[in-house]
T-cell receptor
């Protein structure tokens, strides 16, 4: 069983739709990262959270430590949100990365 | 510097050649991580430094892979006798503390192609 499971693997949406990407993990963690990777581009850290909920612009991340589950939500999605979103739970040092969710937002 | 800088951005090597990939972390960042990302996959952990100490190298796939950070700043990932399966993007990231509880900043990566 993979240590990190993301769903869906691929997601296509129309501009303006509300997006949810889910992440379940089995490793013990002190924090969980959500990362964004554009095609051919580098990785950008979106959130690091260890409890509750964080919001940044149109992005919201939540985590339930007891259930070992996190979600990333995008409100009013836009074509520029098209990217791969990676969940990475971490212990004190190293992170374990999910395979990513490829999001395509069509105009 | 303002961000994590990696060089070269692209490297093509013939099978059997040695390669060296460089990472310049954010100034003052204690922790430095190397990851390997194969095409279509998520990054996978290779090794971790805290200052000049290599605290975890459990992700290095073979003894052909070697990493160092002699002065606690710049790091070099060396791959000896490259094989086709080494083709991947090698990502470096740094943080002010351990990655689990500190924001990571990633470099743009070094794309290695072994022919």
């Amino acid at each position: 069983k993979n240590e990190v499971e993301q769903s869906p693997q691929n997601l296509t949406a129309q501009e303006g739709e509300f997006i949810t990407i889910n992440c379940s993990y089995s490793v013990g963690i002190s924090a969980l990262h959500w990362l964004q990777q554009h095609p051919g581009g580098g990785i950008v850290s979106l959130f690091m959270l260890s409890s509750g909920k964080k919001k940044h612009g149109r992005l919201i991340a939540t985590i339930n430590i007891q259930e070992k589950h996190s979600s990333l939500h995008i409100t009013a999605s836009h074509p520029r949100d098209s990217a791969v979103y990676i969940c990475a739970p971490g212990g004190s040092e190293k992170l374990v990365f999910g395979k990513g969710t490829k999001l395509t937002v069509n105009p | 510097g303002a961000g994590v800088s990696q060089s070269p951005r692209y490297k093509v090597a013939k099978r059997g050649q040695d390669v060296a990939l460089r990472c310049d972390p954010i100034s003052g960042h204690v922790s430095l991580f190397w990851y390997q990302q194969a095409l279509g996959q998520g990054p996978e952990f290779l090794t971790y430094f805290q200052n000049e100490a290599q605290l975890d190298k459990s992700g290095l796939p073979s003894d052909r892979f070697f990493a160092e950070r002699p002065e606690g700043s710049v790091s070099t990932l060396k791959i000896q006798r490259t094989q086709k399966e080494d083709s991947a993007v090698y990502l470096c990231a740094s943080s002010s503390g351990g990655s689990g509880a500190n924001v990571l900043t990633f470099g743009a990566g070094s794309r290695l192609t072994v022919l």
